[in-house]
């Protein structure tokens, strides 16, 4: 039997596209085996949203031609899309970007046996209809990710992905309760909806919106938690946070989108809100779920960036009182307005913002579990550590360390009492 493996870099769109390629290998009768030993087959789904991403990905693929000589490779996702036939060098056999996930088996198989290396890019500027992916598992996972949405039409001046994942498509609501009916029946309890810009789900639709995908997979028996990948805050209305409200399986934490906390940076960024918007999202949030976690990316140093716009990055962070954030230095993406844009800033001072600016959310997160020490709450365990206790997460995703008893498991709901904090989260007893 042919054996397979697979590494993924990024986002949880692409953690869900390497399970649905993963389930076709399966399909085909391959073995599916650990990164880090032997395969006949290699598959790497890579990222290019930054230059790191850029890096790790093609790292990865030229250490697998250096070690693994006889093996295939296969380059995957958002570097692929974005470099195409010039990852050909790199020895790997398939070039896939981020269509055809699904043929790529047979693509594969064709490419070895034509002996030749192929690049598969599709070309996203043309009418490109959502790609029929599907899963029925998570490897590894308690909580598996559902994939509802692929592009976006935002073109943001720093980013690559609107021309790697191309235009806006949706899932139809129909399709999405099928796959969540089979995830849950697989098992899972928590589902996580997810697309590259959420948010604008359902606009190339026919009168379905986000919040009518939200309430298909509510209504699908055997799911107990929904949680939803990263929004922007024009959706977090005041209507959209109460109807969100209504449904019980909903978890109160959300990823919003900042950025930055500055009015000036975001119109250069030409991101779709400004801050006075922004914080009108949280009330709407925090009035529809008090308790509700909010965590959020900022992205640090962008061209022209002044200390006084840093510092009121700063201030926004503090006002909202984030759960977690994710820092990112800026960092040039060809091809884009920013990488152009005049006031580019040293990378040590980057550096040093984005240091500055990870302390202050470690400052933040933990202010917020501490508003959670001796109350009770719900965690979905996960993993058991070496000592035998498991680690699990609330609803608002507060990593809890459980002492270990006869009823754990792995994908118990288990009732506790947060009793302290821990580095990054909170332990608790058992109830």
């Known amino acids: 039997m042919n054996t397979v493996a697979f590494h993924t870099l990024g986002c949880k769109v692409n953690q869900y596209d390497t ?17 880090d030993g032997e395969a006949d087959v290699y ?5 290019t949203v930054t230059g790191t991403g850029d890096r790790k990905s093609l790292q990865i693929a030229r250490r ?26 790199t020895g790997a056999r398939l070039i896939l970007g981020t269509q055809r996930r ?8 064709d490419a070895v046996q034509r002996g030749v290396q192929l690049c598969a890019v599709s070309d996203l500027t043309r009418e490109t209809p959502f790609e ?3 899963i029925a598992d998570q490897e590894e996972h308690t909580r598996a990710i559902l994939k509802i949405q692929e592009g976006c039409n935002n073109r943001c001046t720093y980013c690559v992905i609107p021309s790697v994942r191309g235009p806006i498509r949706s899932r139809p609501v129909e399709d999405i309760a099928r796959e969540a009916a089979r995830l849950a029946e697989a098992g899972f309890t ?6 590259i810009h959420l948010t604008s789900y359902g606009r190339d639709l026919d009168g379905e919106t986000l919040l009518d995908a939200i309430e298909a997979v509510q209504n699908v028996p055997g799911v107990k938690r929904i949680r939803l990948g990263s929004l922007e805050p024009t959706v977090a209305t005041e209507t959209f946070a109460a109807r969100l409200a209504a449904m019980d399986k909903v978890c109160p934490q959300f990823h919003l989108a900042l950025q930055s906390g500055s009015d000036g ?16 999202a949280v009330d709407n949030l925090r009035r529809a779920f008090p308790d509700c976690a909010l965590t959020t990316d900022v992205l640090t140093g962008f061209p022209g960036e002044t200390e006084e716009e840093y510092e009121e990055t700063r201030a926004m962070i503090r006002r909202v009182g984030y759960a ?3 820092v990112f230095p800026f960092s040039p993406r060809e091809g884009t307005p920013a990488a152009t844009m005049p006031g580019q800033l040293p990378n040590a001072e980057k550096e040093r913002r984005a240091r500055a600016l990870i302390a202050l959310g470690r400052e933040t997160a933990e202010a917020y579990r501490e508003k959670w020490l001796n109350r009770t709450t719900e965690v979905l365990l996960e993993e058991q550590t070496d000592d035998g206790a498991w680690l699990g997460y609330t609803p608002e995703y507060i990593q809890v360390t459980v002492p270990d008893g006869l009823d754990c498991h792995q994908g118990a709901l288990m009732s506790v009492r947060l009793t302290a904090l821990t580095d990054d989260g909170m332990s608790a007893s058992r109830l």
Do not use: K, W
């Open 19 to 35: 399970q649905a390629m993963l389930e076709r290998f399966r399909a085909a009768g391959y073995l599916v085996v650990p990164f």
């Open 43 to 47: 598959v790497v789904n890579t990222c």
């Open 64 to 89: 697998l031609r250096r070690d693994h000589p006889d093996s295939e490779v296969i380059l995957a996702g958002c570097l692929a899309q974005r470099r195409g036939e010039e990852l050909l060098q």
């Open 102 to 109: 699904g043929e790529v088996v047979d693509l594969l198989e």
């Open 132 to 134: 029929p992916l599907s």
């Open 190 to 195: 928590e589902l996580v909806l997810t697309g």
């Open 265 to 280: 940076v975001l119109r250069r960024m030409a991101r779709r809100y400004n801050t006075t918007q922004y914080l009108a």
């Open 324 to 326: 977690r954030i994710h």
